[in-house]
Structures are given as structure tokens and as C-alpha cells.
């Protein structure tokens, strides 16, 4: 076939090739090729792109939409292609199909019906000898193969292509809010299975193709995603081959001198490097991805891989360098219009000032940063800015304030899916129940806390844990003498990850229980170190002579009074 002159990203031009390619190899046989796309626009131009195509390489096109009743079968009987036609069928509509159900007594949707129709009428298909292209949305994707599980096993292939609404259409509110409602990339990965399966096809068959790449970066985001939700079956293994993923991506769109998709895998890596505890490997990460942003002018790129670099540098104790970032970042963000951008970048600042012991600076940030977010609709930063409001207002005494924005926060965390985002939810409503002194219930919310923490494989996140549980058990008294042994742990994970600063406050906090278990000499009490002793006993003889100082003077002034 001819080439459009028309091209899309460059992501979309490497799917758009598979799909040409599918098209003109498929033919007089049936081939059902599922394609993902939310952006309806996008669609036509792909559509009406290979029809022109099709036509010049004389393969006749034509369409079917899905009405009232979604048989696809009967649908394409309605067009009475002869046998030996080479010909392709585009199917729409299926995205109509998502409407609610308008009665309790409405049995089935009618997506509940498309799905049954697929499923019983497989072998029905059998007729048709070329190639059928399916256009679905993500979501209905996302349900076929649970629904109709045997038409899946027939699908020759399934094609996703990236909306590309951000980059045609000016920023206004609603174009974000529908930006962030097909967002994040990681929500419409393939399936690892069939990703690994389309990768060894083409490095068999296409070794060199761009398209790897592509599917490179997607493999290392398919293993952070599993490794980040709690589904690694093996997390060492899977951490490591994200790792490769992500590197053979970088190193084949260096080959192919991408640097527009650099930018974006560039920070990919580091974000997952970085949700691994891994903060130096993943600022070099972030570096690059600024750096090659920086040359290209991709401005959206440099205010990303700016946050990315705020959030490591606070993740490392250095909270006015991580400020000076995501300052940086909200203004370019400010100057491209992008609101969900600007709602990330306030609440980052607001985490950077609550972390430097500015609460009520840190208050006013999450403020903002949530009026953005409810209004472009993005349920994942509203509930870290409600878990950041919780964690001030705890800091302030304020502590059902806190409670009930780290409710709401655990409650979003749970409904989106984010294992991460629930472990902080857990964590701060531990603290602020511990503020209140309900030291029980506190320990519990923790260890659910370092239960995810270590079944994700956030190391620092299980180190945080450990450490706040300790100061809830040593308040505790049924089981205070736990507390030095947790906190021993959590001190061990913090050396482990080279962060000092969190090394000496659980160093002060473990001389302080040593004070406390000095002073209540239990049996069960761990070791005293020399040092303490020391002080101990020199604090008894203080008191040994005041006493005796106190009570010469008496006696002395009883002896005065007499005379």
C-alpha cells in the first residue's frame, strides 16, 4: 500500500504500521484485529487513512456501526461481500453501546448483549474470509476478554493507539478532565502475556522494527505496574526485569535517535527506580530526561521530569532543593495551561513545606492544589492532597480533622486501585490515632501499612512504617518492650537506602527508649548501653545531694528558730 502523507505521534505511526500490515496480510482468510482508541477523532483519521489505502491497493472497504441491535454477524451479512473479494470491514459504535441501564427491569445492556453475541456467534464468523477491524473503547476492551472469553481466543490481533487530544486541541478544562479520565498510560498496558508473546514475534520476524521500542517501554511499565498493585508472583525477579525493559526501550530509541519518546521513558524508569527506593538511580534518570527535554523544547516534558526530580530530592530529606524543582515546574506548568499538571505541582509543594515543619504554608498549597484537581476530576492527586491536609492538621493537634481527610483519602486510594496511595492512607491515619492515643488501633493501621509496603516492594515506604508503629508501641504498654526491636528494623532499611537523616532520628529515638526503659528497669528489658548508665546513675547522685542539701538547710533553720 501507499503511504499518507499524513503521520501521527510516533507511537500511533508504529501501531498504525502493524495495522497495515495485518490488513494486507490477512486476506481471504478471517482475521479479527480488536482496536483500543478513546479518541474518536483519531479514529476517523486512522479509518479514512487505510481506506485510501485499501482503495489504491484495490482492496475494497467498507463499514459496519453497531445500532440498536449489536450483532456484529448479522452486520456483516448485510453487506454481501462475495467470496475472493479482498476486502477489509471497519466496525464502530461500539462505544454507544455504554449507556446504563434505564430500567430494573432491563435484563441486559446493551453492551451485555454485544458481548453475548460475540461469545455464541464465533463460529458464525467462519464465513467471513478477510480481515474485520473492531473498533472498541479501552474500557470495552478491558471487558471482552472476561465477557466474551471465546471470541478473544479467535482475535488475530489487538491494537491500541494513544489519544492524541492533548496536542491537537487547545487546553481548556474540559479537554483536561478528559485527558486525565484516559490517563494514566499504565491504565490500557496489554496484558503481560500478550505483549511478551507480540515482542518475541517481532524480534523473530522484525529484530530492527521501531515498534519494539514501543513495546520495550510498555513491558517495563506492565512489571512496575504488577510489582507497584501486589501482583508479582516473584518481586526480585520482576523488579529486575522491568529494569531491562526499560533499558532496552532507552537504548533502542537512542538507536532510532527518538528523543521526543526519550523524554517520556526517561522519566518512566526513574519513576519507577525511585518507587523502589532506588532515589540516586532515578535522579540520573530524571537528569536525562531533563536535559533532552531542555534541547527539543518540549516544555510539558521539562515541567514533568522538574517534579520528578522534586519528588526525589524529597524523598532524600532535601526538602528546600525539592521545593526549588516543583516550583519550577508549576510555573511552566502555569504557562502551558496544564491545570492537572499545576493541582500535582501544588500538592508536591505542599508535601515539601509540611515535611519542613511549615504546616499551615503547607495547608494553603493543598488547598489550592485540590480545587484544581476536583475540577479537572483527578481522583488520584485529590487523595494524596487530602492525605497531606491529614498529615498537617495532625502535626497542627487538630486530630479528627486529620482523621476524617485521611478517610477520605484511603477511600479514593482503595476505589483507584493505588496499593502505594492505600499504604500512606493507612500510615497517617496510624498517626493520628496515635496523636489521640488510641495506641491499639494506631499499631494496627501501621502494620496494615507495612504489609503493603513490603508485598510492593516499597522499601522506604515499609522502613516509614516500622518506624511509626515503633512510636505507637512504645506508648503501649501490653507491648512496649516490641518497640526497640522495631525500631532497630526500621533503622536498618534506612542505612540500607543511604538516608542518613532518617538513620540519626531513629537513632535519638532509640536513646530516648533506652532512657524510658532505664527508668521503668522491667525484667524483660533489653540491654541498657554503657553511656546511658552513666547518665543514669550520675542523675541519682544529683538527686542524692540536692536531698541532702535540702534537708541540712531545714534542720539548720529549725536550730535558728528555737534559739
Known amino acids: 500500500m501507499s503511504r499518507s502523507l499524513e503521520r501521527f505521534t510516533s507511537e500511533n505511526e508504529a501501531t498504525y504500521d502493524s495495522l497495515i500490515s495485518l490488513i494486507e496480510n490477512t486476506q481471504d482468510r478471517l482475521s479479527l484485529i480488536v482496536v483500543a482508541c478513546d479518541d474518536l477523532r483519531l479514529r476517523q483519521r486512522v479509518v479514512e487513512r487505510y481506506e485510501a489505502e485499501a482503495r489504491s491497493a484495490k482492496i475494497r472497504s ?12 448479522s452486520g456483516l451479512a448485510k453487506l454481501n461481500l462475495q467470496s475472493g473479494d479482498r476486502a477489509v470491514v471497519t ?4 462505544e454507544w453501546l455504554l449507556r446504563v441501564k434505564m430500567r430494573e427491569e432491563e435484563a441486559q445492556s446493551d453492551l451485555d448483549k454485544f458481548f453475548g453475541y460475540l461469545q455464541w456467534t464465533r463460529e458464525g464468523l467462519r464465513e467471513f474470509h478477510y480481515p474485520i477491524v473492531l473498533w472498541v473503547t479501552h474500557r470495552i ?23 492524541e487530544e492533548v496536542e491537537e486541541v ?15 498510560d499504565q491504565e490500557f498496558l496489554p496484558p503481560l502475556e500478550e505483549l511478551l508473546s507480540e515482542i518475541e514475534q517481532l524480534e523473530s520476524t522484525s529484530p530492527e522494527s521501531a515498534n519494539l521500542a514501543t513495546l520495550y517501554d510498555k513491558l517495563g511499565q506492565v512489571y512496575a505496574n504488577r510489582i507497584a498493585n501486589g501482583e508479582a508472583k516473584n518481586l526480585e525477579q520482576e523488579r529486575q526485569r522491568s529494569i531491562n525493559a526499560f533499558q532496552n526501550a532507552i537504548h533502542r530509541y537512542e538507536t532510532l535517535n527518538n528523543q521526543s519518546d526519550l523524554v517520556g521513558v ?5 519513576n519507577f527506580l525511585c518507587g523502589q527506593s532506588c532515589y540516586e538511580d532515578a535522579i540520573a534518570a530524571y537528569q536525562q530526561s531533563l536535559t533532552i527535554a531542555r534541547e527539543i523544547g518540549d516544555r510539558r516534558g521539562e515541567a514533568n521530569s522538574l517534579r520528578s526530580l522534586g519528588d526525589a530530592y ?4 532535601q526538602y528546600q532543593r525539592a521545593i526549588d524543582f516543583h516550583q519550577q515546574s508549576l510555573e511552566i506548568k502555569r504557562e502551558i495551561g496544564d491545570r492537572n499538571g499545576e493541582g500535582g505541582s501544588l500538592c508536591n509543594l505542599g508535601s515539601a513545606y509540611n515535611l519542613l515543619g511549615q504546616y499551615q504554608r503547607a495547608i494553603e498549597y493543598y488547598q489550592q492544589a485540590l480545587v484544581v484537581q476536583r475540577e479537572v476530576g483527578n481522583r488520584d492527586f485529590e487523595s494524596n492532597s487530602l492525605v497531606g491536609l491529614g498529615s498537617a492538621y495532625n502535626s497542627l493537634g487538630q486530630y479528627q480533622r486529620a482523621i476524617d481527610f485521611h478517610q477520605q483519602s484511603l477511600e479514593i486510594k482503595r476505589e483507584i486501585g493505588d496499593r502505594r496511595g492505600e499504604a500512606f492512607s493507612l500510615g497517617g491515619l496510624g498517626s493520628a490515632y496515635n496523636s489521640l492515643g488510641q495506641y491499639q488501633r494506631a499499631i494496627d493501621f501501621h502494620q496494615q501499612s507495612l504489609g503493603i509496603g513490603r508485598e510492593i516492594g516499597d522499601r522506604h515506604g515499609e522502613a516509614i512504617s516500622l518506624h511509626r508503629k515503633a512510636l505507637a508501641l512504645a506508648k503501649y504498654e501490653p507491648r512496649r518492650f516490641e518497640a526497640l526491636a522495631t525500631l532497630q528494623q526500621a533503622r536498618e532499611i534506612y542505612a540500607e537506602l543511604k538516608l542518613d537523616y532518617r538513620v540519626a532520628e531513629c537513632d535519638a529515638t532509640i536513646y530516648a527508649f533506652n532512657q524510658i526503659i532505664a527508668t521503668k528497669q522491667p525484667q524483660s528489658a533489653p540491654a541498657i548501653p ?13 538527686n542524692w545531694v540536692l536531698w541532702v542539701c535540702v534537708g541540712s538547710s531545714i534542720v539548720l533553720l529549725i536550730a535558728w528558730l528555737r534559739k
Not at 471487558?143 to 494513544?162: C, I, N, T
Open 62 to 73: 467498507s463499514r459496519v456501526m453497531l445500532g440498536t441491535e449489536p450483532s456484529l454477524r
Open 91 to 94: 466496525v464502530t459504535g461500539a
Open 141 to 163: 476492551l478491558r471487558e471482552m476478554s472476561r465477557k466474551a472469553p471465546d471470541f478473544w481466543s479467535w482475535r488475530k490481533a489487538v491494537l491500541r493507539f494513544a489519544s
Open 170 to 184: 487547545p487546553v481548556r478544562d474540559d479537554t483536561i478532565r478528559q485527558q486525565f479520565q484516559t490517563q494514566p
Open 266 to 270: 526517561f522519566v518512566r524508569f526513574g
Open 314 to 317: 524529597s524523598s532524600l530529606g
Open 530 to 542: 554503657a553511656k546511658a548508665k552513666v547518665r543514669a546513675t550520675s542523675k541519682r547522685k544529683i
